[in-house]
């Protein structure tokens, strides 16, 4: 990558090198096993002129999100957040019986089914076939298309313009950051609303969050650079609230320009932090490599010892992030036996690069491991609850983000 993909700069220094991994949601069939597995360069770099942090577009998203195997669905909290972003935002823009709703990368309707449920007219631009099918299953209308400016006029010409377009966890998935603002703003009401949930780049430096950095996200926002990135396709940051989600994540509230009018305070607060941690020169980056190196040597040493001791160590999850952890640490199945997952389509599959099986989750329950390797380490308060029943015999949860830590359940 020679050229930062918002402002064309060619200054782009190097925030932390992963090595190469196969891309992280590419899992395997078993009939896959013993066939050639591309493996890609994991490289985060960040431009020193509008402070975009990304990586190369190496992959595709066509590659990557026509047939997908995350359902948002089988994520009890992520669902409980997307009915209380639904009720939230239907006050706070003021959705009416003849309101428009568009969320763009819509899944399987994880969200729309609550506008659904409100009777306010809907739609989703879900480009991954399969999942896109399950949301119209599930009765919410879903266009399988990507969004650009073409596809955004489309959708204004046919059903008219939105008074809320949504994009939850998107905005890091799509190379053409300014053709897909553009798409954006085609959507939107010239009166109307964007909100966007996104990542937040100061979370990720300082919580050791490095496993979130994999092919399907091209870059990674501070407040400031996402000002910056909205402003190309004709949007203003009007407001921003911090989430706890995905391990700390900004959602970003904005209008077509002319409407837009001053930013709220909390905009100018978040931006002081960010400005306060470094995130705007080279300084608030350099450590940050080295703080990956220890979460990998922990975890490796953690997982060794207990082999040596005979304690069995197994996963739980197969999620994107983990597959950078996995693929990062070089972990295999002689240290992590197998992970599980309760999304169905990964069963019998195998986590890429790492080719470690993905069972049941019942799996659990019947072999009584000493320890459970929490790869979705941002679900941690769901996660403890949903295996408080590993405590009967004994067992123990580890999370390896933002440090190694054990912790004892109670039942």
Not at 112 to 134: M, T, Y
Not at 160 to 187: E, K, S
Not at 368 to 374: I, Q, S, T
Request: net charge negative; glycine share 8%; aromatic share 8%.
């Amino acid at each position: 990558m020679t050229r930062c993909r918002l402002c064309g700069s060619a200054a782009l220094a190097s925030v932390v090198d992963l090595g190469a991994t196969p891309p992280c949601e590419s899992f395997l069939a078993a009939d896959q096993l013993d066939q050639p597995e591309p493996a890609y360069p994991l490289h985060l770099q960040v431009c020193t002129e509008c402070w975009l942090a990304q990586i190369p577009p190496l992959i595709t998203p066509e590659e990557t999100f026509k047939e997908y195997a995350y359902f948002s669905s089988y994520s009890t909290s992520w669902v409980e957040h997307a009915r209380t972003f639904v009720a939230d935002a239907a006050q706070r823009v003021g959705l009416g019986p003849d309101a428009f709703v568009v969320e763009v990368a819509s899944n399987d309707g994880y969200l729309l089914r609550h506008v659904v449920d409100r009777g306010i007219r809907c739609l989703g631009i879900e480009p991954s076939v399969n999942v896109g099918a399950a949301a119209r299953e599930a009765g919410v209308p879903t266009l399988t298309e990507f969004l650009d400016p073409a596809t955004g006029s489309a959708v204004r010409a046919e059903h008219g313009p939105a008074d809320l377009v949504v994009a939850n966890n998107v905005y890091a998935h799509i190379p053409d950051v300014v053709g897909f603002t553009q798409g954006l703003r085609a959507l939107v009401a010239d009166d109307g609303w964007v909100s966007i949930e996104v990542q937040h780049l100061l979370t990720l430096i300082e919580e050791n969050q490095y496993d979130t950095i994999y092919h399907e996200h091209f870059q990674y926002y501070t407040v400031a650079s996402a000002t910056r990135a909205l402003a190309s396709g004709g949007l203003a940051l009007v407001d921003v609230e911090l989430l706890p989600t995905h391990g700390g994540s900004i959602r970003l509230w904005a209008r077509p320009t002319d409407v837009a009018g001053e930013p709220s305070r909390q905009v100018a607060d978040v931006l002081a932090r960010e400005k306060a941690a470094g995130l705007q020169e080279l300084s608030g980056y350099t450590e940050f490599s080295a703080r990956v190196a220890k979460v990998r040597r922990d975890l490796l040493r953690f997982l060794i010892d207990a082999a040596e001791r005979g304690e069995t160590v197994v996963g739980y999850g197969a999620p994107g992030k983990g597959n950078t952890l996995l693929n990062h640490c070089g972990i295999r199945p002689d240290l992590l036996p197998y992970t599980v997952d309760r999304n169905p389509y990964k069963h019998g599959r195998f986590t890429p690069g790492t080719r470690i099986p993905i069972l049941p989750p019942e799996q659990i329950a019947a072999d009584k491991p000493d320890y459970v390797l929490v790869l979705p380490w941002n679900l941690r308060a769901e996660l403890v609850e949903q295996l408080s029943f590993i405590h009967d015999w004994g067992g123990r949860l580890v999370f390896p983000i933002p440090e190694l830590s054990i912790v004892e359940v109670k039942s």
